[in-house]
């Protein structure tokens, strides 16, 4: 397809607005030092605090990693996929420690495309997707994150063909996520497509099926210049899961709460669609004191002592 026209964007919305509303869909700045704005009495929604699992460093086991996932604050972890790890461990040490696999990441979208020219490579990547949903119905994860391609080439790789193709083969990835209870969770990244709310919103709702959400990425959209929070008000209910870190326009990425996002706004916007899902922190990998500075900082952002 071509860029979605104005009109044509409107239509779509509607009508997946429609369609989400009737299955339910689970909804699945500053220095943190200064005085922060008050957030909204509404941010008292459940939202849960969660790493990625590669930010904790060292070579401690899976159990005493998340051992200190825990005691540093968060309540879950997102691991990566394929990654090698024995899953059965992660089974236990989630079992034991209450810390929860909340997420998968389909890591190998970035190189192996669903965008890409050649089919061979297609295919490679709608099997690691399948490999992804398959790790998350192990660990009793609710969503495998996907980035659906990159616009690469004007001639071989442009929008419209990463639409069609993405869509494509991400629809062959339906059945077994459905089958898994898993959510298909799509996040714009700096990969120029989809680059406004509007685009992602169409985007979700051609595939007619509420498996396919959005993961949202609060700093990445800073790059494309429409306000995160506006983002989310659009999104709605398509709105899976939410990354938090930090970025300046002027300065690239920085700590959490330092950069350039207007947090209480975004969780002025997750309260008024009904979030109450996972926070993730997408940052660098550190130690104990690292990981309770990144907790303290996003407590900082909800307002929590």
Not at 27 to 48: S, V
């Amino acid at each position: 397809m071509s860029q979605p026209t104005r009109r044509s964007l409107l239509r779509t919305s509607l009508v997946g607005a429609a369609l989400w509303a009737g299955v339910g869909c689970a909804r699945a700045g500053e220095d943190p030092a200064a005085p922060q704005k008050a957030a909204p009495k509404t941010k008292a929604l459940a939202l849960k605090k969660a790493v990625k699992f590669s930010m904790v460093a060292g070579d401690g086991s899976v159990r005493e990693k998340f051992d200190l996932v825990k005691e540093c604050g968060f309540q879950g972890v997102e691991l990566d996929s394929p990654l090698e790890i024995d899953r059965a461990a992660v089974v236990e040490a989630s079992r034991a420690s209450g810390v929860a696999v909340h997420g998968v990441i389909d890591s190998v979208h970035w190189q192996t495309r669903f965008s890409d020219p050649d089919i061979k490579v297609r295919d490679a990547a709608v099997q690691a997707l399948l490999g992804a949903i398959a790790d998350a119905k192990t660990y009793g994860a609710s969503t495998v994150l996907v980035v659906p391609g990159a616009v690469r080439d004007k001639d071989k790789e442009n929008f419209q063909q990463v639409w069609e193709r993405s869509q494509a083969e991400i629809k062959k990835a339906i059945p077994a996520a459905r089958d898994a209870g898993v959510k298909i969770a799509v996040e714009v990244v700096w990969n120029d497509f989809l680059t406004t709310p509007e685009q992602l919103v169409k985007y979700v709702d051609e595939f007619s099926d509420p498996v396919v959400g959005a993961y949202f990425d609060c700093s990445n959209m800073i790059k494309y210049g429409v306000a995160p929070a506006e983002w989310i008000r659009k999104l709605g209910p398509r709105l899976l899961k939410v990354d938090f870190k930090g970025v300046r326009k002027a300065k690239g990425w920085v700590p959490i709460g330092e950069g350039d996002e207007d947090w209480p706004a975004v969780l002025a916007a997750l309260s008024e669609v009904g979030y109450t899902g996972w926070l993730t922190a997408e940052v660098e990998a550190g130690g104990r004191d690292h990981l309770r500075d990144v907790a303290r900082r996003m407590d900082a952002i909800l307002q929590r002592p």
